[in-house]
C-alpha cells in the first residue's frame, strides 16, 4: 500500500489502528444518497474490505445527492459503479459489488462474508426490518440510516439507539415493527431531529403497518442531508471499529 496514502489517518488513528482497519470486513446495504457516501467514508477511512449490494442502477434523478451519480454513469449498476470509484481512491482495496435485493429469500447469501459490521441504508420498509432483524440474530454490528428525505437542517442530524429517537417518520414505523419482533433497542441509527415538514400535494403520510415506501410519492431530498447521514455512519463504524481493537 502506498505510503502516504492514509499518512493523515495514521497520525489521527491510535497506534496500530490503520492496520487494524485494513482487516475490517464491512457491507453497505443500499448504494443511494446515504450508502454512497458511507461507502466513501469507509473507503477514505481505511477500511479494507467492503461489499456493496444494490439492485439499482443511477438515475438522472439521483445526480443531486449521490456521489457515484454523475452523467456518465446514468444506467449503470449503483453497486458496479460505486466499487470502482472504491478502487479508483485505494487500488489495494477489497470490494465486491453484488447486484442484489436484500431480502429473506437471499439472506444466507448476502449475511455469509463474515463481517465486521453492516450499514442499513436500505430505502425499503419490509427489507430494512429484515437485515436489522438479521444481523442481530448473527450478533453483526449495525447501524441504520432513517428517513433523510423532505429535510434541510445539517444540524439536526443525530446518533442514537432507535428506541430514543423522535420527530422522525421511518424511525417511528421501524420501532414499532421491530418491537412486534422482540427488539425494543439495541440498534444504533442516524436520524434527524428537524421539525416535521409538511408533505406535499400528491404525497400521503406514511401508514403504520411497515409499507413505508409503498405508501407516498417520492419526497424531495437534498445536496446535503443524505450523504451526511451517510459520512456520520461511516464515522460511526470506524470509530467503534477502532474501539473494538483496543
Known amino acids: 500500500m502506498s505510503a502516504d496514502r492514509f499518512d493523515r489517518l495514521e497520525l489521527l488513528y491510535p497506534e496500530g489502528g490503520l492496520t487494524v482497519l485494513q482487516k475490517r470486513s464491512v457491507a453497505v446495504f443500499g448504494i443511494g444518497g446515504v450508502?454512497?457516501?458511507a461507502a466513501e467514508g469507509l473507503v477514505r477511512g481505511g477500511v479494507g474490505q467492503l461489499t456493496l449490494i444494490d439492485f439499482d442502477t443511477v438515475d438522472i434523478t439521483n445526480l443531486n445527492r449521490q456521489v457515484h451519480a454523475v452523467d456518465a454513469t446514468v444506467g449503470h449498476s449503483k453497486a458496479v459503479v460505486m466499487a470502482?470509484?472504491?478502487?479508483a481512491i485505494n487500488p489495494d482495496i477489497v470490494v465486491r459489488?453484488?447486484?442484489?435485493?436484500?431480502?429473506?429469500?437471499?439472506e444466507e447469501s448476502l449475511l455469509v462474508g463474515g463481517y465486521d459490521y453492516v450499514l442499513?441504508?436500505?430505502?425499503?420498509v419490509t427489507s430494512k426490518?429484515?437485515?436489522?432483524?438479521s444481523?442481530?440474530?448473527?450478533?453483526?454490528?449495525?447501524?441504520?440510516?432513517?428517513?433523510?428525505?423532505?429535510?434541510?437542517?445539517p444540524t439536526q442530524v443525530r446518533v442514537a439507539d432507535l428506541a430514543l429517537t423522535r420527530k422522525c417518520r421511518l424511525a417511528r414505523i421501524v420501532r414499532?415493527?421491530?418491537?412486534?419482533r422482540g427488539i425494543h433497542d439495541g440498534v444504533k441509527v442516524v436520524y434527524s431531529l428537524e421539525e416535521f415538514r409538511s408533505l406535499q400535494d400528491g404525497r400521503r403520510?406514511?401508514?403504520?403497518?411497515?409499507?413505508y415506501q409503498d405508501r407516498r410519492a417520492p419526497l424531495g431530498s437534498s445536496s446535503v442531508i443524505p450523504p451526511l447521514f451517510g459520512l456520520t455512519m461511516a464515522g460511526e463504524v470506524i470509530r467503534d471499529l477502532l474501539a473494538g481493537s483496543e
Open 120 to 124: 442499513d441504508c436500505i430505502d425499503l
Open 84 to 87: 470502482e470509484r472504491c478502487r
Open 176 to 180: 414499532k415493527e421491530l418491537r412486534k
Open 129 to 133: 426490518l429484515h437485515l436489522i432483524e
Open 35 to 37: 450508502g454512497s457516501y
Open 205 to 211: 403520510q406514511a401508514g403504520d403497518d411497515g409499507d
Open 97 to 106: 459489488a453484488v447486484e442484489d435485493k436484500f431480502s429473506a429469500d437471499n
Open 135 to 153: 444481523c442481530l440474530k448473527r450478533d453483526i454490528p449495525v447501524i441504520s440510516s432513517m428517513g433523510a428525505a423532505n429535510k434541510v437542517d
